[in-house]
């Protein structure tokens, strides 16, 4: 069949194999939920075979779900393509086929059985622990030792772990760059993702004195504090009235008698409600999940089963009624509403535990190393939280917003919360998309590119990661006259030494001279608000030292 991609998804293969031609390493391509990861995995699949026949390739995944759904799209690709699938929960041992999916759990230990394997795919790469007697860590290298030259590559909409940091740094990672990220605030502005819009809940579980335990919130004291006096009933009031036009809602609780209560008190009000977890069997939670996607149930309470691997694009309405430490986790649990379907104008997502408020919006999340502390659990200052609510309508805005985009409140001096830092004002609801003054944004790293342009000298395209969301400037020494002059400042400004490079080549070559910063300013591109430009930067105190 005839396919053309997205403009995204072109570009994301077309990085892939750009790096391919240059280097053996194992890269990484980051989409957000909903943009599509299976078909880009069986165009990858469909065009790699078409240039290199003989190659056998292994799709890689941990979930039923996704073995069937993948492997689905190739054949809705290309009906003829020598697949087979090779997972014991989907009831195939397919060991013979060129492009194989599997369960990781089936085959970590089988590698002799189905063969080499020249690519390795890995799709939901955020699953891969860094330990190597994991079963992945097993599978990689079964296969390398029966595969000459082996390659791995990774898709995941969430390019962190929170016990190891970034899936692309450090000396035990299993990839060696990120070679393309989308972007989610334009997908969302081009109309490829469902837009997202929060509120705040006048019922708040209470987090204070709920304990950490392996880096995440220990699941009895949130059961504890999730249903403590009248609250579940009080926060499933909201989500009825709140959900009154919405057609299909996802609730993720704490733990099993938490979404068992919640889905009987949302049963109370009349409306459909069934609670799915690891409890159920297979056949029980699949009858359930098919159920929901037909329309004949309201609710899904969830503890742990939906946040990966769900697909039901019409889910409209997110009850976050548990608290987090897991930066992937919020993202991938907010992200069940990102999907497009007919009818569906936007996704309402509801923060009972100010997860919003810890971790930042969706498409600007602040991405924690292994040894980074998040907000403490037990501050007992609201304020000390980087965002505010409307006292209005309830939208979680950024703090440095003057007028609700929702309602049209306007803040008076008096109203605004006490002054924060700077990674504090990048925070916002749960997009970004605020018009709001320049913004101090942290910086994760810095990505560099020799950009080519028709006419033009050659450039670089620097580009910083924060979160899910990337803001790029050029540097241009080759041009000349002011552009020549600013790259010279700009080099000097990040602690390189003089005299700066005159050639885009040299730069590159000579960039661990400087010093990346710990954050950029941004504010809305003039031209094209959807855009931002770098206003300034910032280092912190080894940084500015050593430059």
């Not at 889905?263 to 069997?281: F, Q, Y």
């Not at 602690?495 to 885009?504: A, F, I, V, Y």
């Given at each position: 069949m005839t396919l053309t991609l997205r403009p995204y998804q072109r570009?994301?293969?077309?990085?892939?194999?750009?790096?391919?031609?240059?280097?053996?390493?194992?890269?990484?391509?980051?989409?957000?939920t909903g943009a599509g990861k299976s078909l880009v995995i069986a165009k990858m699949v469909e065009e790699l075979l078409a240039q290199f026949p003989e190659l056998r390739i292994a799709i890689v995944t941990h979930s039923k779900e996704l073995i069937v759904q993948n492997f689905k799209e190739l054949i809705g690709l290309w009906p003829g393509a020598p697949a087979g699938i090779?997972?014991?929960?989907?009831?195939?041992?397919?060991?013979?086929?060129?492009?194989?999916?599997?369960?990781?759990?089936?085959?970590?230990?089988?590698?002799?059985?189905?063969?080499?394997?020249?690519?390795?795919?890995?799709?939901?790469?955020?699953?891969?622990?860094?330990?190597?007697?994991?079963?992945?860590?097993?599978?990689?290298?079964?296969?390398?030792?029966?595969?000459?030259?082996?390659?791995?590559?990774?898709?995941?909409?969430?390019?962190?772990?929170?016990?190891?940091?970034?899936?692309?740094?450090?000396?035990?990672?299993?990839?060696?760059?990120?070679?393309?990220e989308a972007n989610v605030g334009d997908l969302i502005r081009d109309g490829y993702l469902s837009p997202l819009i929060s509120k705040a809940s006048a019922a708040k579980i209470d987090m204070r004195g709920v304990h950490t335990r392996a880096g995440e919130f220990v699941a009895s004291e949130m059961e504890a504090?999730?249903?403590?006096?009248?609250?579940?009933?009080?926060?499933?009031?909201?989500?009825?009235?709140?959900?009154?036009?919405?057609?299909?809602?996802?609730a993720f609780c704490t733990t099993v008698k938490h979404a068992h209560?919640?889905?009987?008190?949302?049963?109370?009000?009349?409306?459909?409600?069934?609670?799915?977890?690891?409890?159920?069997?297979?056949?029980?939670?699949?009858?359930?999940?098919?159920?929901?996607?037909?329309?004949?149930?309201?609710?899904?309470?969830?503890?742990n089963v939906l946040s990966i691997g769900f697909n039901v694009p019409h889910v409209d309405m997110v009850a976050l009624m548990r608290g987090t430490r897991s930066t992937g986790m919020y993202v991938q649990q907010v992200g069940r509403g990102f999907r497009t379907a007919?009818?569906?104008?936007?996704?309402?997502?509801?923060?009972?535990?100010?997860?919003?408020?810890?971790?930042?919006?969706?498409?600007?999340?602040?991405?924690l190393s292994k040894k980074a502390s998040v907000p403490s659990a037990d501050d007992k200052d609201e304020d000390g939280f980087p965002a505010k609510e409307c006292p209005q309508c309830d939208t979680i805005v950024s703090i440095s917003v003057m007028e609700c985009p929702d309602c049209g409140h306007v803040w008076e001096p008096a109203q605004l919360a006490p002054r924060h830092d700077a990674e504090a004002d990048a925070t916002t609801g749960i997009l970004s998309s605020e018009k709001v003054p320049p913004q101090a944004i942290p910086v994760v790293r810095w990505d560099w590119k020799k950009w080519k342009k028709e006419g033009s000298p050659d450039s670089i395209r620097v580009t910083y990661v924060a979160g899910l969301a990337t803001y790029s400037e050029w540097v241009c020494p080759e041009h000349g006259g002011y552009?020549?002059?600013?790259?010279?400042?700009?080099?000097?400004?990040?602690?390189?030494?003089?005299?700066?490079?005159?050639?885009?080549?040299?730069?590159?070559?000579?960039?661990?001279?400087?010093?990346?910063?710990?954050?950029?300013?941004?504010?809305?591109?003039?031209?094209?608000p959807r855009y931002f430009d770098v206003v300034g930067r910032s280092f912190n105190e080894q940084q500015e030292r050593a430059a």
């Open positions: 570009e994301s293969l077309d990085a892939l194999y750009d790096y391919w031609d240059t280097q053996r390493g194992s890269p990484l391509i980051v989409l957000p090779y997972s014991a929960s989907v009831g195939k041992r397919d060991t013979h086929s060129r492009i194989l999916f599997c369960g990781v759990q089936s085959v970590y230990n089988k590698t002799r059985q189905i063969g080499p394997r020249d690519l390795i795919i890995v799709d939901e790469a955020h699953l891969i622990p860094r330990n190597s007697a994991t079963m992945y860590g097993k599978f990689f290298a079964g296969m390398g030792e029966i595969t000459e030259d082996m390659r791995i590559c990774g898709l995941t909409a969430t390019p962190y772990r929170m016990d190891s940091g970034m899936l692309a740094e450090g000396p035990d990672a299993m990839f060696d760059a990120i070679v393309y504090a999730a249903m403590k006096g009248d609250l579940v009933e009080r926060a499933v009031q909201e989500l009825v009235a709140y959900g009154q036009d919405r057609r299909a809602w996802l209560a919640v889905r009987d008190e949302i049963r109370k009000h009349g409306l459909t409600a069934e609670a799915v977890h690891g409890e159920l069997s297979k056949g029980e939670r699949e009858s359930a999940i098919e159920r929901f996607r037909r329309g004949e149930i309201r609710c899904l309470t969830s503890v007919p009818g569906k104008e936007n996704a309402l997502i509801l923060d009972f535990a100010s997860v919003i408020r810890m971790h930042g919006p969706v498409d600007d999340v602040s991405v552009a020549g002059e600013k790259a010279a400042s700009w080099w000097a400004m990040h602690g390189g030494s003089m005299p700066p490079p005159k050639t885009t080549v040299e730069a590159i070559e000579r960039r661990n001279e400087l010093a990346t910063p710990s954050s950029v300013t941004v504010k809305p591109a003039k031209h094209n």
